[in-house]
C-alpha cells in the first residue's frame, strides 16, 4: 500500500456556501486545492474509520478527475468502502437516496446544481451526512476553519479506478463498489407514488407530456422512471444525455433557461403536462399547457393534495419552507391544522426537523421541493408526485391551480435578480438596510405600511442552534412582504436577489399577471433599498 502524506499550504477561500464549496472548475483545479478541502471534510469528522461513503456527481466537467482523487484519498485515510454511480454519476436526491438505503457513513457529491458546467465554468463539492442530507452548519464552519490550517493530506498512490464496470474492486485495502446510478432512486419513487394509476393516466392516448432534462443528470432518471416504468412514449425526455457542459446550455430549470420547453408548452397542441429539472437533478419546473406553477404555489398544493398520494395518504406531520419562499404553503398547513416552520435558504436547514418527524413536505421559492423520503429537495419527486395528483384529479394542472387560489387565495410573487454586482455594493446596500430596521418599522409608503422589519434569524427547535443574517424582511400590514439577500452559491460578484409578494383574495384579480399586480411594490423594492445607487442596475437581470 503506497500512502503518500503531501505538504501543502491553506486556500483562504474555502468557506461552503449555500450549498457546499462552489468554484471556477480551474479553482479546483489548482494544485492542492481540491485535496485541502477534501481532506479538511475528514478531519473534520469523527468515527468514519472502516465506514463507508458514497461518492458521486452530476457528471459536469471535472467530475471524474474529482472523483477519483476522493476515491484515492478516501483509501488513504481509513474508510472501509466507497459507493460510487456507475461513470462517477449520482444524482443529488440519488446520492441522499443510497447514503440512507445502504445507511454509509455519509457522502460526498460533486455538483455546481444549476451553475453552467465546462472547463470556464463552475464546479462544486458538499459533505452529505448519515441522514443524507447537507451537513449542518456547525460541520460546514469546521471544515472551512480545519481548512485554513491544513499543512497536510493523505492520498494513496494508484492507477484509476475503473468507474464503468459494475460490482467490487479493491483498492488498497479499501473496497469500491461501482452501483446502477438510477436503480436504487427509481424503486424509491416506486414505492412512494401510485405507479399503477399514473402508468394508466400516461399510457391513455390521451394525455402528453414532455420533459427537459437539460443535458444533465436527471435524463438517465428520467428514462428509466417515465419511458420504462411508467410507460410514456419516447421522447417524452427530451435532451435526456448528461452532458460535461450541459451543451453549452445553464441547467437552471426556470422560464428564462428552459425556454424550448416554455414554447412547447404553449398553443393549443401542447402536451397536457411539462416539467424540467436542473443540473444535479434535485430542482424542478412545472408546467401545465399555457400555465406555469410557481414553485412556492407548487409546495402549497403538494401539501394540499398530499393525501392523494400513497406515501402520504396518512396525511402530513407538518410543512417548512424557506424564509423567501412564499406564504401559500403556510394557509394550506393552518386549515390541516398542522405546523409550519420557516427556514432560512437552503435545503440544510429542513435536515433536523425531517429528522425529528416534525415535517414530511418541505420546500424552497428557487424550484425546491422536497419530503421525508430523502434530505435533498427531489426534481424527479416532484414531477411524479404531480403526476399522481393529475392522476387520481383527472383535472388539467391550471384548473388545481386556480382551484387552489378560489379555496385558500394566492400569493402573488416574483424574485428579481440582480446578477453579477459589485461586492461592495451589495454589502453595502444590506449593512444599510440592516441599520435602518428600527427606522423603517411603521413607515408608510402610499398604501404600504411597514408592519416589521428585520435580519431574519432562525433557531431550530431541535437543536437550539442560531443562524443569524439570514436575510432583510420588509412585512407589511396588509401581509405583502419584500426580503432581500444576498446569494450564497454564486462564483462571481455578488448576487442581490429580491423577493416580492402579495397575498390576494379578490377573485377577479387572481389571475393577473404578477408583474403587474405588484408594480407598486417593485419600485418600493428598488427605492427602499437604494438599489440602483448601490448596484448601477435599473432592472433586475433575470425575473422568475
Ligand atoms: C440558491 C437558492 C436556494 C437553494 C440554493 C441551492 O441559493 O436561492 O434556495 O437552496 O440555491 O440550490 P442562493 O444562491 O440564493 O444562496
Ligand atoms: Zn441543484
Not at 451 to 475: A, I, K, P
Not at 495 to 524: G, W
Request: proline share 4%.
Amino acid at each position: 500500500m503506497n500512502i503518500k502524506t503531501i505538504n501543502t499550504t491553506p486556500f483562504k477561500d474555502q468557506r461552503p456556501g449555500t450549498s457546499g464549496l462552489r468554484k471556477k472548475v480551474k479553482v479546483f483545479q489548482q494544485e492542492h486545492y481540491l485535496e485541502n478541502f477534501v481532506q479538511s471534510i475528514f478531519n473534520a469528522l469523527e468515527g468514519y474509520k472502516g465506514q463507508t461513503l458514497v461518492v458521486g456527481g452530476d457528471g459536469r466537467f471535472y467530475n471524474r478527475e474529482a472523483l477519483q482523487i476522493i476515491v484515492k484519498m478516501a483509501a488513504a485515510n481509513g474508510f472501509g468502502k466507497v459507493i460510487i454511480g456507475r461513470g462517477a454519476l449520482l444524482s443529488t436526491p440519488a446520492a441522499s437516496c443510497i447514503i440512507r438505503k445502504y445507511k454509509t457513513f455519509g457522502g460526498i457529491i460533486l455538483s455546481a446544481s444549476h451553475n453552467p458546467g465546462g472547463p470556464d465554468a463552475d464546479f462544486g463539492i458538499k459533505y452529505n451526512a448519515a441522514n443524507g442530507g447537507p451537513a449542518a452548519e456547525n460541520i460546514t464552519e469546521a471544515i472551512y476553519k480545519l481548512s485554513l490550517n491544513i499543512n497536510e493530506y493523505h492520498i494513496l498512490e494508484t492507477t484509476d479506478i475503473d468507474l464503468n464496470t459494475l460490482g467490487e474492486q479493491k483498492v488498497a485495502d479499501m473496497s469500491v463498489e461501482v452501483i446502477d446510478p438510477v436503480t436504487d432512486y427509481a424503486d424509491l419513487m416506486e414505492q412512494l407514488f401510485d405507479f399503477r394509476a399514473m402508468k394508466e393516466l400516461l399510457t391513455s392516448g390521451s394525455f402528453k407530456m414532455s420533459f427537459d432534462a437539460m443535458n444533465a443528470i436527471t435524463g438517465p432518471y428520467a428514462t428509466e422512471i417515465l419511458e420504462k416504468r411508467l410507460g410514456t412514449a419516447a421522447g417524452t425526455v427530451t435532451r435526456g444525455k448528461p452532458l460535461e457542459d450541459f451543451g453549452g446550455a445553464h441547467p437552471d430549470p426556470n422560464l428564462a433557461h428552459a425556454k424550448e420547453l416554455v414554447a412547447l408548452m404553449s398553443g393549443d397542441d401542447a402536451p397536457d403536462f411539462g416539467a424540467a429539472s436542473d443540473g444535479d437533478g434535485d430542482r424542478n419546473m412545472i408546467l401545465g399547457r399555457d400555465f406555469y406553477v410557481t414553485p412556492s404555489d407548487s409546495l402549497a398544493i403538494l401539501a394540499a393534495n398530499a393525501t392523494l398520494v400513497p406515501a402520504y395518504s396518512k396525511g402530513l406531520a407538518g410543512v417548512a419552507r424557506s424564509m423567501p419562499t412564499s406564504q401559500a404553503v403556510d394557509r394550506v398547513a393552518e386549515s390541516l391544522n398542522i405546523d409550519c416552520y420557516e427556514t432560512p435558504t437552503g435545503w440544510k436547514f429542513f435536515g433536523n426537523l425531517l429528522d425529528a418527524g416534525k415535517i414530511t413536505l418541505c420546500g424552497e421559492e428557487s424550484f425546491g421541493t422536497g419530503s421525508d423520503h430523502v434530505r435533498e429537495k427531489d426534481g424527479l419527486w416532484a414531477v411524479l408526485f404531480w403526476l399522481n395528483i393529475l392522476a387520481v384529479r383527472k383535472q388539467p394542472v391550471a384548473e388545481i391551480v386556480t382551484d387552489h387560489w378560489s379555496k385558500f387565495g394566492r400569493d402573488v410573487y416574483t424574485r428579481h435578480d440582480y446578477e453579477g454586482v459589485s461586492t461592495v455594493g451589495a454589502n453595502t446596500l444590506m449593512q444599510e438596510l440592516r441599520k435602518s430596521t428600527d427606522e423603517l418599522t411603521g413607515k408608510s409608503f402610499n398604501d404600504y405600511t411597514i408592519r416589521h422589519c428585520d435580519d431574519f434569524s432562525y433557531t431550530d427547535s431541535v437543536d437550539n442552534s442560531t443562524s443569524s443574517h439570514q436575510g432583510l424582511r420588509l412585512l407589511f400590514t396588509n401581509g405583502a412582504r419584500i426580503v432581500y439577500r444576498l446569494s450564497g452559491t454564486g462564483t462571481e460578484g455578488a448576487t442581490l436577489r429580491v423577493y416580492i409578494e402579495q397575498p390576494e383574495k379578490d377573485p377577479a384579480k387572481l389571475e393577473a399577471d404578477p408583474q403587474e399586480s405588484l408594480s407598486d411594490l417593485i419600485k418600493l423594492s428598488k427605492s427602499i433599498a437604494q438599489i440602483e445607487k448601490h448596484t448601477g442596475r435599473k432592472q433586475a437581470d433575470v425575473i422568475t
